[in-house]
């Protein structure tokens, strides 16, 4: 055939033994296509270092922590107990993460595998929590926290601190965030071609991508998802344009109406407005990405030109920003405590459990946490705050709870 086929078409013809010999050998089918050096029809996802992975959220994981030198491995077989305990044949961990307390068994959590069988893929979620409720050394990270290296960071840090990237490959590895990384080669090419197809022979605008403004008229197809990806994985349009060697060129004629935009859209994305964005940019212990940092320092200064600055922006947006966003000392600390004492964890853990649904806040409590974490980062970090309170963040996964609002 000239390739190798996948593990269903042999089931389909006759030849399941080679199928079944493969697995109950402790090897995947995509073991076999290393072996054979064929990766022809394979879905599998090459991060940086090689590496080949079931989903583009695993590479994300993969190319996060080959940046800031972590080691880490393929997920291997769940223990003998799993099968006995969740009655199926086997399950295999995602990845293995080196911490300094050894290794860290993680799963990267969908909502549905390859887009259905969503029942049948909630019972195998829980059969695995449950397995592992007593595993102080397991993670589970919702997939689309894998794209995002602030999220990552963010959801990390209790395992592996806090580590700037400094492992780039690729010239554009220091300006695209690491888990984009295995997903930007594609898009650039996209975004390369269809720049040829311009007049002028760069890279269009937003508007242009999504038949907007004066652009709605315009011939051709809409390019929503495209122009998505563009901001998310490539840092916005600016962004792509320095990429392709256009950075000289204009990319966004300003308003009122399009600086208020970007403004509450850079609120949404970061859960900081670029104006806080760039005052936490000082803080070493926080990691900032280079490019959003860069576009918090446009939108500033856009947002004072053409709509009164940050102030009237927040106002007009209902963005709420804590009267007492630089706390003293005392109260951070007092603040800690009791949300320790409340929760039993960490609020980083309380913060992440919530998004991934595993702990239910209410919206005060939640955006209470938040201005906490923003703080001690501005006041050193919460490291010292932990010590200060007598608190050691724990590794073991917690029951999950719900408290206000029930």
């Known amino acids: 055939m000239g390739f190798l086929p996948p593990a269903a078409w042999f089931q389909k013809s006759g030849h399941s033994s080679l199928v079944t010999g493969v697995y109950s050998g402790d090897h995947t089918w995509e073991d076999l296509r290393v072996a054979v050096g064929d990766f022809t029809d394979s879905i599998f996802v090459e991060s940086r270092n090689g590496m080949r992975w079931r989903s583009h959220a695993e590479a994300s994981l993969s190319n996060f922590l080959y940046a800031r030198g972590i080691g880490h491995r393929r997920g291997e077989r769940y223990p003998e107990a799993y099968a006995e305990q969740s009655g199926r044949a086997y399950g295999i961990y995602d990845l293995h993460v080196a911490t300094t307390s050894g290794w860290l068994d993680v799963e990267v959590w969908g909502d549905r595998p390859n887009g259905h069988d969503e029942e049948s893929y909630a019972q195998k979620r829980r059969a695995k929590e449950a397995f592992n409720a007593g595993n102080a050394a397991f993670l589970g990270i919702a997939h689309q926290d894998c794209y995002s290296d602030e999220r990552l960071a963010a959801v ?40 040829a197809q311009m007049p002028d022979g760069r890279f269009p605008t937003e508007g242009w991508l999504r038949k907007r403004g004066k652009w709605s008229d315009r011939e051709g197809p809409v ?70 940092l860069k576009e918090a320092g446009r939108l500033t200064h856009a947002i004072v030109k053409y709509a009164g600055g940050a102030e009237a922006a927040n106002a007009e947006l209902g963005i709420v920003i804590d009267p007492a966003y630089r706390w003293p000392r005392d109260r951070i600390v007092e603040e800690l405590r009791q949300a320790v004492e409340r929760w039993g964890a960490s609020p980083h853990q309380v913060v992440y459990e919530h998004r991934t649904g595993k702990t239910v806040v209410d919206l005060e409590e939640f955006r209470r946490l938040g201005r906490l974490i923003d703080a001690a980062s501005r006041s050193g970090g919460l490291a010292g705050f932990y010590a200060e309170v007598g608190y050691t963040p724990s590794m073991r996964p917690r029951r999950s709870r719900r408290r206000s609002g029930e």
Request: net charge neutral; with cysteine.
């Open 223 to 292: 390019y929503n998802t495209a122009s998505v990806y563009v901001k998310t994985w490539l840092g916005g349009v600016r962004n792509v344009r320095k990429l392709l060697g256009q950075e000289h060129l204009s990319t966004t004629l300003w308003d009122r109406a399009a600086a208020l935009d970007a403004w509450q859209q850079f609120w949404q994305m970061h859960g900081l407005t670029p104006s806080q964005y760039r005052a936490a940019a000082r803080d070493e212990t926080k990691t900032i990405d280079p490019a959003a």
């Open 156 to 195: 990390l840090v209790p395992y592996i601190g806090s580590i700037a990237p400094f492992v780039f490959d690729k010239p554009t590895d220091r300006v695209i965030q690491s888990a984009h990384w295995s997903n930007t080669d594609e898009l650039l090419d996209f975004c390369r071609k269809l720049a």
